[in-house]
Every structure is written in structure tokens, then in C-alpha cells.
């Protein structure tokens, strides 16, 4: 899988061919370029804003924001990769607050607290496979949403050094920072995972009480999970850990052990959004940028 993070030489040659392409009017490297990142970007909008709807959107906005300002991409200045990602970070960084991500970082602070008796689910019912499914959502969302109790910049740094594993070197380059300061940040936000959840979290300690079956129902109740529309489990492609750039070093201990389980988590398809950009093309939204008719 193409991974814009581990960028070879025959790849930003590719990347200057298709962009020619584009702005020479060619819907059908308009379309390649789009797909060769627009995983990459749904994932850093899903764990920055939680839900996939509002991703979807933030996808869109970024990839709009990206092809229109296309043609004032200068090579000689940055790598492809580091000029759309620096794109994408100010996006996530400085767009208007979710609705959703105060409530919802509230409640996941207020659910790894302590769980109560009566919250423990049967636990006879984990046998059940369609159970099991629900178990690997309820997972899925809670990691997500346990990166919210990161400020914005620190939830970033750590999606992009903690999850994709890219070096500090290129992370300083995309958030325009020090690679001094990329890395600090990045520590901290480790360690306040790894404090939060070590307290709390049973994937994380055995011995803790918080177990991702006894928050099924109540994620049902809430409506935060659809039986019927598993939105997570059905578009996660591979493991994080499949596809991110390989870490030079591992890291050991309980901040180890909470990386890991970030790791292995999901990294997801997300949407076409070839479709919404073609239409747009039609519409003459983003065609007039291009020439295309």
C-alpha cells in the first residue's frame, strides 16, 4: 500500500508527473492523485475529530483546499508530501471545534473513571460472534476517543509520530516546528496516554477495571454505535502497525504497552472521494482551477 510518509525517489517523480497531469486538465490524474492520499488524510480527520461523519467532511474540505491551491505548488521548495501534509495539519489545527468533541472527550473521561457494578455486562454474551463484533467497535471507538483528552497539536504530533510512525524529521517539516519540539511534544502526549490509561484501561493492565464489553451497551443506548451499521469494523483495511513507516526503536514499558494497542488498531478505507470531486468538476466548483471540462 502506498504510504506518503516513506517517500522513495521513483515516488515524488510519480508525484511531479501526476500533478502535471492535473493541472494540464486530466481527470483521470486527478482521481490517482486523490487516491494515493486520501486514506492517509480521512484517517489524521477521524482521530482528530472522532466521528466519521464529521471525517468525511474534513476530507473533502482538505482534499478542496489541496487541488485549488494545486497549481502554487513549487518543488524546488518542499517535497509534494510535506507541502499537502502542512495543508492538511493547519486544517485539522485551526478548523472551527467539532460539536461533538467536547461532549464526547467528556464522556469518555467520565466512563474510565471507575466502572460500577451494575455497568458489567454478562459476560457469557462475549461468546457470541455478532457480540464479539460489537466488543471490536466498541474498541475501535473508544481509542479514537481517548485521543481526544490530547490538545489539538498533541493529538496530532501523536497520530502522526505515535500512529504512522514517521520520524520527527518529518513531522517537524509538516507542523512547521523544531525537530527538538516535535519529538518533546510527542513525548508528552505519550505519557499523558499512557497515565490516563494505565490507570483505567484492561488492555492496557489486566488488573484495571474498564473493559471495552461493558461499554457496548451503553454506546448502543447512546446511539454512538448501530448494530446494524458497523461503521469502524467494516471499513478497517489493515493494522496501523502493517503500514506505518517502521520505528526505529521500541519503546518498553507502560507507555510501550499503550502504543501498541494504538498500533494495532485500525487504519481505515474511508470514503471515495473521487465521486464528490467529479461532481464537483461537473459543476464547475473545481473545474475552472484545472481546465477541465
Not at 57 to 71: A, F, G, M, N, P
Not at 228 to 237: A, F, G, P, Q, V
Amino acid at each position: 500500500m502506498f504510504n506518503p510518509f516513506v517517500e522513495k525517489n521513483d515516488e515524488k517523480e510519480n508525484d511531479s508527473r501526476i500533478i502535471q497531469k492535473v493541472l494540464e486538465g486530466d481527470t483521470n490524474a486527478l482521481e490517482s492523485l486523490i487516491y494515493r492520499h486520501q486514506a492517509w488524510i480521512y484517517n489524521i480527520a477521524l482521530k482528530m475529530v472522532f466521528d466519521p461523519d464529521d471525517a468525511e467532511d474534513v476530507t473533502q474540505e482538505i482534499l478542496i483546499k489541496v487541488l485549488s491551491h494545486l497549481s502554487a505548488y513549487d518543488a524546488s521548495k518542499a517535497p509534494f508530501r510535506t507541502w499537502l501534509y502542512r495543508i492538511v495539519a493547519n486544517h485539522v489545527l485551526n478548523m472551527r471545534s467539532r460539536n461533538n468533541e467536547v461532549a464526547v472527550s467528556r464522556a469518555y473521561l467520565d466512563w474510565n473513571t471507575a466502572i460500577s457494578p451494575d455497568t458489567i455486562e454478562d459476560r457469557r454474551l462475549a461468546s457470541r460472534p455478532e457480540y464479539r463484533v460489537l466488543v471490536e467497535e466498541t474498541r475501535s471507538m473508544c481509542l479514537t476517543g481517548m485521543l481526544l483528552c490530547l490538545e489539538r497539536r498533541q493529538r496530532l504530533v501523536f497520530i502522526l509520530g505515535g500512529l504512522f510512525g514517521i520520524p520527527s524529521s518529518s513531522g517537524s517539516e509538516i507542523l512547521d516546528i523544531s525537530d527538538a519540539n516535535f519529538r518533546a511534544i510527542l513525548s508528552r502526549a505519550r505519557k499523558k496516554l499512557a497515565n490516563f490509561m494505565g490507570e483505567r484501561c484492561g488492555l492496557v493492565n489486566s488488573e484495571n477495571p474498564c473493559r471495552c464489553e461493558s461499554h457496548v451497551k451503553k454506546l448502543i443506548s447512546a446511539g454512538w454505535i448501530d448494530p446494524e451499521d458497523l461503521r469502524l469494523t467494516r471499513e478497517s483495511l489493515k493494522k496501523l502497525s502493517s503500514i506505518a513507516e517502521e520505528r526505529a526503536m521500541a519503546i518498553d514499558g507502560e507507555i510501550g504497552s499503550v502504543l501498541k494497542q494504538f498500533q494495532d488498531s485500525s487504519f481505515y478505507k474511508g470514503p471515495d472521494m473521487t465521486l464528490q470531486i467529479r461532481e464537483m468538476i461537473r459543476n464547475k466548483e473545481l473545474g475552472d482551477f484545472f481546465n477541465i471540462q
